[in-house]
């Protein structure tokens, strides 16, 4: 063959290999034969083609269809039965064309009992073959909290069964496994993925736990503690239209020690606010605190010790006033602890006018310790390079951001110390953040891309870029910082610019 000829013939061949790769594999396998697919444990119970924008929720309202830009996917149910008892239902969504080559499994909320089309909506969009599960039952907390087996599918074992179960199915399909494995969740679902990097170090590469329930007993504790003190004292029941008066107080006295005045504190911890200030001096008005209500504010920004481990129960910090609600913590913060307390005592009658935290809180955390994601070993997970983003808002009125930066600390101390965790596991708060989301603070972000540039590309977040959006538009933007740095002022340049601050 001439030179030339030859030349472009290689060329031609480069040319079809470089446009085969970015179209991404061929299926192995049509959608409709995984429903025949072997699990190790458990069955396929569906497999269809969904064609792009068809998607609709099932049992929606109507209205617009949030899914109607989806692509084209192969949409897999599965039930997975690991134990006699188990019956974990799971989802997987595989791109029909244009996949990453990558698997991300997302969490879900509370005591989870549904799949999460909404997350993965989200995974499929950026290409991923994404997988959902509804943690082992449907709804809410019942009587399977009783069951061992089914508390176990809840507490670590579903998430565990879905990520092998998806892995087998993407193989099938098309003809490769993943090339990197990735779980995303908040709140209970950043509860899940601690859990996960904790008990199975080998299921993902990356790990993103966003404001997690890593603590749920004591996030129990602290719901239910506040709300004892509203609902039984009238005198001690802090109106909500005081929340502000509590919060420009709050204000007032910590908002500059960052260097910058904007209605943000960077570190509430450093904000050793007395409510005291503004106990009232004549008559009781809606501009200050009777003493009955001073004893409540410091109460919620408590964090009192279990008697038995001496670890502390976190409370919620300074500047979150305007998070609160009628009875202190966010309504689903007082549901769960109440399910957690009627399981731990065994009384499905419990109140909370029975609560007592020093007998109460050593009960629930023993009992309830498959609940809780505290263990400080994660050297398995990091020895196999895992790499994980925590994440958490310092106004989260219904998990306390304290028990992550208390988590965060244990880690390192348990590890030798900050630097022997910052290759693999990286904290980051974020000021004036409600829970998951919302709030007064730069809350709009994108950790699942840090996480894989960190992952795939070796590149650490040593700053995470964040935004506060307003009413469509971006109002400000600043770094989010590793803890336990923070965002800090330069000294010049416009407060609301990223460019004007600095990690220190």
């Known amino acids: 063959m001439h030179s030339r000829t030859r030349h472009s ?25 995984l429903a025949t697919a ?33 692509p084209a996917f ?44 909404n997350a993965l909506a989200g995974a499929l969009r950026r290409g991923y073959a994404g ?17 061992s087996e089914k508390l176990a599918d809840w507490g670590y074992r579903a998430v565990h069964e879905m990520a092998a179960a998806g892995k087998s199915l993407i193989n099938a399909f098309y003809g490769e496994a993943p090339r990197f494995s990735y ?41 239910v503690r506040v709300a004892q003190i509203f609902e039984s004292d009238p005198a001690r029941r802090v109106p909500a239209d005081k929340f502000k008066v509590i919060n420009a107080a709050v204000m007032t006295q910590c908002d500059a020690l960052d260097g910058v005045t904007d209605g943000v504190l960077e570190n509430p911890m450093a904000c050793k606010f007395e409510p005291a200030v503004l106990q009232c001096k004549a008559a009781p008005d809606a501009s200050c605190l009777t003493p009955g209500e001073v004893e409540t504010v410091r109460a919620i920004y408590a964090s009192p010790a279990n008697p038995k481990t001496k670890r502390e129960i976190t409370g919620l910090v300074p500047g ?20 957690v307390f009627r399981f731990a005592t065994g009384n499905p009658q419990w109140t909370v006018a029975e609560f007592k935290f020093e007998t109460d809180i050593v009960t629930a955390e023993e009992k309830g310790e498959v609940m809780n994601a505290l263990d400080t070993n994660l050297k398995p ?16 009125p219904q998990i306390s951001p304290g028990n992550s930066a208390q988590y965060y600390r244990r880690v390192a101390d348990a590890m030798g110390g900050a630097a022997r965790v910052s290759g693999n596991y990286r904290l980051f708060m974020v000021p004036g953040m409600a829970h998951c989301g919302g709030g007064t603070g730069t809350s709009t972000f994108d950790m699942l891309t840090a996480l894989e540039q960190w992952v795939e590309g070796k590149k650490a977040p040593d700053a995470i870029p964040a935004s506060r959006v307003v009413n469509g538009a971006v109002a400000r933007t600043r770094p989010l910082c590793p803890y336990p740095q923070v965002a800090t002022y330069k000294g010049s340049g416009s407060t609301d610019e990223a460019a004007s601050f600095v990690c220190k």
Request: aromatic share 8%; net charge negative.
């Open 38 to 70: 072997k699990l190790s444990n458990g069955a396929v119970t569906m497999a269809q083609p969904v064609a792009a924008g068809a998607f609709t929720q099932p049992g929606g309202r109507g209205g617009a269809n949030p899914f109607a830009d989806l």
């Open 74 to 117: 192969c949409r897999v149910a599965a039930t997975l039965t690991p134990t006699r008892e188990s019956d974990i239902k799971i989802e997987l969504w595989l791109p029909a064309s244009g996949w990453n080559g990558k698997f991300q499994a997302v969490g879900n909320g509370g005591w989870n009992g549904n799949i999460d089309t």
């Open 131 to 147: 997988a959902s599960t509804d943690g082992g039952h449907q709804g809410g907390a019942g009587a399977w909290l009783q069951n």
């Open 320 to 339: 979150s006033e305007l998070s609160w609600t009628d009875l202190g913590w966010s309504a689903p913060a007082r549901s769960t602890g109440l399910d």
């Open 381 to 396: 997970f990091f020895d196999r390079g895992g790499r994980l983003i925590q994440y958490h808002g310092w106004n989260d």
């Open 183 to 223: 779980f995303t969740g908040c709140s209970a679902g950043g509860r899940q993925a601690l859990k996960t990097a904790q008990r199975y170090p080998g299921d993902f590469d990356g790990i993103v736990a966003g404001s997690p329930g890593l603590d749920w007993t004591g996030r129990a504790a602290g719901a």
């Open 9 to 33: 013939a290689l060329v031609a061949v480069a040319c079809l290999i470089a446009l085969l790769a970015a179209a991404g594999p061929v299926s192995a396998a049509t959608c409709e034969s």
